[in-house]
């Protein structure tokens, strides 16, 4: 059984950084690929990166290179967000996602397991 849990989230200036974690409370491994997206009100949930197994393949959305970097602790069974250079466009509920296939999916629908998903808001 898999449970993905984000946390991290919160109120941060423009400019500002914060990181998100997602961990795998399940018991066993049954995913592979993990990848992050957002939905901000009114939109659609969009990808913003996504790494393999072994952290040797990271895909980034055009938005977000350069800013943000995806990375992860297999050991903690734990997924991490670092965003840097907050913008208010960043705004929105960042959820993490897990894949049984160990490929970086970039649509929604390619993901099994979803957490809650966690607040993020940049003032401007």
């Known amino acids: 059984q898999v449970q993905l849990v984000e946390s991290g989230g919160g109120l941060v200036p423009d400019g500002g950084s914060l990181r998100l974690s997602c961990v795998d409370a399940?018991?066993?491994?049954?995913?592979?690929?993990m990848g992050w997206f957002r939905q901000a009100p009114g939109k659609e949930r969009e990808f913003v990166a996504g790494?393999?197994?072994?952290?040797?393949?990271?895909s980034y959305a055009d938005s977000v290179k350069g800013r943000f970097t995806v990375s992860r602790d297999n050991a903690n069974k734990t997924v991490y967000l670092q965003m840097n250079t907050l913008k208010s466009e960043d705004t929105a509920v960042y959820y993490c996602?897990?894949?049984?296939?160990?490929?970086?999916?970039?649509?929604?629908?390619?993901?099994?397991?979803w957490g809650q998903g966690t607040q993020v808001t940049v003032s401007s």
């Open positions: 399940g018991r066993t491994t049954e995913v592979y690929a």
């Open positions: 996602a897990g894949a049984q296939m160990n490929i970086v999916y970039v649509l929604p629908e390619d993901y099994q397991y």
């Open positions: 790494i393999n197994w072994s952290g040797r393949s990271t």
